[in-house]
């Protein structure tokens, strides 16, 4: 008979596995240095601190994306990610003035494995470079790397609610951090991640307590949702969900006087994002789209580049091999039958809507916006921030149909085709598959692996090449899950599995 704390201490030690495992995998790889989503994004946190002001003038040729208001040109990306990159690159701006950087600049320069990732005809390795890139990768840690983790941590927890089966919780959270494009963009500077991790704790803060009507909970899962607008503006769709789930649940417990405490703390965020919309685009409600100097066309194409759903867009987005999501991962299919027995089982009922809502809310946005591909990409980058509720679906497939032996090879051949899709384009070459690439994982994917072309990594510092670069990874993750294992054995899982 297994006690209590021992199951306790099970879990515990599964999400140590799990945090670890992604926060290496996450952070093993470098961010893309000319990548000018995450540069207009950096562009402004380096202008801040150095020159106290939102104008990126000084950088604004590492990137595309910016807006230009009176003759200065500012980020024109949600400002979530930049405004907590800030006082991270404070803290970060003494020891890059110190003179270890050139050290460290001239070792990169000596080293022939770092050397093979770059392209010919570019600069080389400079100090200004190196600082920056440094810079990048710090930023990226905090903003997107352990976020990330922490959201595979929590996904793994929910799955608790409705299985105790230890497997099919550690499977859902590892499959959907490391084998769909959450991976890419948990290791880059984007909002996408950290919106998404944002939703999904306020989620797990709301449907983990048996009364939501704490006044610090409420304030914290409104601030959080706040946060998750400020960072990726299309997550405003899952707010206004939760949102109302939120509601929902304060009205059950007749305390909806208390949801000024969670309108509390979304307005604490708001306040800074409109005062910072007004100081630079001139008016709080004015995003810095509406001055994208560079893609007029298509943020004045009807809402915000949105307008009715496209049937081009819905095949690209789910089974094109362009950006088709099932192609790369095809094992997230099973949401969809999970949803039904969701349904079924009558467990959660109000929670299955709220999940079902954002992830179809999110598929409607994507597949309504001229602009659905998402550019330089791997997978469609825009369903990120509803990706999590998907996925907690598939936790009641997996409960009704585990014991299928056909399901079971269909679903290991699905995710060794996922490993290999979603890996394989991640890492290919220094930057994400461009646009005009209609079949990345043979055109872009199989010829960069083919030549060990890739993406820099912590085995390049140490001079190993191509796939030789990436045995400390797998040596390390296999090193994680053996001493838990070893914790596995020391106390044995009840023999039990779920009816």
Not at 396 to 418: D, G, H, M, P, T
Request: net charge positive; proline share 5%.
């Amino acid at each position: 008979m297994v006690s209590i704390n021992q199951m306790r201490n099970k879990t515990t030690a599964a999400e140590i596995a799990i945090f670890f495992t992604l926060v290496l995998c996450y952070a093993y790889f470098f961010p893309r240095w000319a990548d000018p989503n995450q540069n207009s994004r950096i562009d402004m946190v380096v202008a801040v601190v150095e020159d106290g002001t939102f104008q990126i003038d000084k950088y604004v040729a590492n990137t595309v994306d910016y807006a230009k208001v009176d003759g200065h040109y500012y980020s024109d990306k949600a400002p979530g990610a930049a405004f907590l990159g800030i006082p991270v690159y404070a803290g970060l701006k003494t020891f890059l003035d110190q003179p270890v950087l050139q050290s460290l600049t001239s070792r990169l320069a000596d080293s022939a494995a770092f050397q093979a990732t770059l392209r010919e005809g570019g600069t080389g390795v400079l100090e200004q470079k190196v600082r920056f890139a440094l810079a990048q990768v710090v930023l990226t840690f905090v903003a997107a790397v352990l976020p990330s983790a922490v959201l595979g941590v929590l996904l793994f927890r929910a799955a608790g609610w409705f299985t105790s089966s230890l497997p099919i919780r550690l499977l859902v959270a590892i499959a959907y951090s490391l084998l769909t494009p959450a991976f890419p963009y948990s290791g880059a500077f984007y909002g996408h991640q950290l919106s998404a991790a944002l939703l999904f704790t306020a989620f797990t803060l709301a449907i983990g307590a048996k009364q939501i009507s704490s006044a610090k909970r409420l304030l914290v899962i409104g601030f959080l949702l706040g946060y998750a607008f400020i960072s990726e503006y299309p997550a405003i769709l899952i707010v206004v969900i939760l949102s109302g789930y939120v509601s929902y649940r304060l009205a059950r417990e007749h305390s909806l006087p208390k949801l000024g405490w969670f309108l509390l703390g979304g307005a604490l965020v708001a306040a800074g994002w409109l005062a910072y919309n007004n100081a630079v685009f001139g008016s709080p409600l004015k995003l810095g789209y509406s001055e994208s100097e560079l893609w007029q066309t298509q943020h004045h194409t009807g809402f915000m580049s949105l307008t009715l759903p496209h049937l081009d867009a819905l095949w690209g987005i789910t089974f094109s091999p362009f950006r088709g999501l099932f192609l790369l991962s095809p094992w997230l299919l099973v949401c969809f039958p999970g949803f039904w027995v969701w349904y079924a089982t009558r467990v959660y009922r109000v929670e299955f809507w709220a999940a079902l809502a954002s992830t179809m809310i999110i598929f409607l946005f994507n597949i309504s916006s001229i602009m659905w591909w998402g550019g330089f990409a791997v997978g469609p980058r825009y369903l990120l921030p509803g990706m999590p509720f998907m996925v907690l679906a598939s936790v009641f497939f997996f409960n009704r149909w585990r014991r299928n032996i056909w399901v079971i090879i269909a679903f290991a051949i699905s995710l060794v085709w996922s490993w290999t899709a979603v890996w394989g384009l991640t890492l290919a070459e220094q930057a994400f598959p461009p646009d005009t690439i209609k079949n990345p994982l043979l055109e872009y994917a199989l010829p960069n692996w083919a030549q060990g072309n890739i993406a820099r990594n912590l085995g390049t510092i140490f001079g190993l090449q191509g796939v030789a670069s990436l045995a400390p990874l797998f040596i390390l993750l296999m090193l994680i899950w053996v001493i838990w294992g070893w914790r596995q054995r020391m106390t044995p899982i009840p023999n039990k599995l779920d009816s």
